[in-house]
């Protein structure tokens, strides 16, 4: 049994110069509600709060 990849059934059907258009399209941004975009916020405080921490604890374990 094969693994097919998500495009195989589209090669058939379309066009060669379709599924590379059809990639090629933008498709915008979600508008969030005001819970997920302070949840996002909160994930990106974190993410630059922690880089610095892990960063340091790295290259104080190299020093021995």
Known sequence: ???MSPEEPLQGIL???QLSKSRRTRLGRKALGP???ILMWSLRIYVF???PL???IFFSSLKG
């Open 1 to 3: 049994m094969s693994v």
């Open 49 to 51: 709060l922690a880089l």
């Open 35 to 37: 819970g997920l975009l």
């Open 15 to 17: 066009e060669p110069g």
């Open 54 to 56: 892990v960063g340091y």
